[in-house]
């Protein structure tokens, strides 16, 4: 949701998910996003 141009709005953000999930991933080493654990897998099988 825009309120300003270059400014926006994020309810995650203001309840505290997106840091939550950050905190989560970094005490676990596995990443939350499906990006990042499918590029960890393909490390981690040595396809890349």
């Not at 950050?22 to 005490?27: E, G, L, P």
């Not at 676990?28 to 890349?48: C, N, Y």
């Amino acid at each position: 949701m825009k309120i300003l141009p270059g400014l926006t709005f994020s309810w995650k953000r203001a309840l505290g998910v997106t840091a939550a999930k950050r905190k989560v991933s970094r005490a676990t080493g596995i990443p939350l996003s499906r990006q990042g654990r499918r590029s960890k897998l393909g490390k981690w099988l040595g396809m890349r």
